[in-house]
């Protein structure tokens, strides 16, 4: 079974950077569109960010402009670079494939203060 586990998550105030790995150990990772997912309190889960196996790569307007994700075949791992963090970027942060999924893991919460 797939284990997904997210990690560089913490409290950070607006304006401050974060950077969050997934790593999927065991997985044919390198065969997948991946995606950084996001749900804050009280709201559905959303895809922030995607990256193709052949690195093209989306971002939600939301994100555009601040965050950066990228994939290393070779850890099995994908991250997120999050700059200019703002009070509503606060959520937990989950990474899956963007078609299909692994069971979700834990996920890294993020927490901007003002």
């Known amino acids: 079974q797939v284990q997904l586990v997210e990690s560089g998550g913490g409290l950070v105030q607006a304006g401050g950077s974060l950077r969050l790995s997934c790593a999927a150990p065991?997985?044919?990772?390198?065969?997948?569109?991946m995606g950084w997912y996001r749900q804050a309190p009280g709201k559905q889960r959303e895809l922030v960010a995607r990256i193709s196996v052949l690195r093209a790569i989306n971002y939600a307007d939301s994100v555009k402009g601040r965050f950066t994700i990228s994939r290393d075949n070779a850890k099995n791992t994908i991250y997120l670079q999050m700059n200019s963090l703002k009070l509503e970027d606060t959520a937990v942060y989950y990474c899956?494939?963007?078609?299909?999924?692994?069971?979700w893991g834990q996920g890294t919460q993020v927490t901007v203060s003002s």
């Open positions: 899956n494939r963007v078609s299909g999924s692994w069971a």
């Open positions: 065991g997985t044919a990772f390198s065969f997948y569109d």
